[in-house]
């Protein structure tokens, strides 16, 4: 229901048919133009696989994070929140991502996997994907977020970063 009321809230021009989320998820969208295709469309993560959802979200005063992560079954197996120094989301977006690297690595769990963290921020996205595009000063952050994925690659078999239908290996 908070993923539902979260998409509701993000994209306001983004029509859902509540009845369908609980069901396919990703056949609740109405398209009102059936000629123009959508941007991003959610899919859930297949079957069997390791998820971790991540969200930064800042206002004029306060900023803060939180994420769930999901077994192979779908259980969710850890949760966390809490207030992030940012002065903007995407910045905020960028802290969490760092949070649940460090939350899974304190797990301290033995697998073969691969683990999928899904984000909201396009540009969060790109900035993790492409190098030369990240600002020169959220540098010593992305270097924490990339030795954090080093010390993983010796426990998972890769590192997806998803964004709808975009993804990038780490």
Known sequence: MRALLWIRSV?????????????????????????????????????????????????????????????????????????????????????????ALEAFLAMNWKLNDSLFIEIGSIVVFYWCANKSMRPWSLQAIFADIEREFFRWQ???????LFLGDCKYKS
């Open 11 to 99: 994209y306001d021009e983004l029509m859902l048919q509540e009845n369908f989320w609980w069901i396919c998820p990703n056949r609740c969208r109405i398209d009102s133009l059936k000629s123009k295709p959508a941007a991003l469309i959610w899919r859930p993560t297949p079957y069997g696989c390791l998820k971790f959802n991540v969200c930064g979200i800042a206002n004029k005063d306060r900023a803060g994070c939180g994420g769930v992560l999901r077994d192979k079954e779908g259980v969710v197996r850890a949760l966390f929140s809490g207030s992030v120094v940012a002065n903007d989301t995407d910045l905020a977006e960028i802290r969490a991502i760092k949070v």
């Open 154 to 160: 010796k426990r998972m078999e890769t590192i997806w």
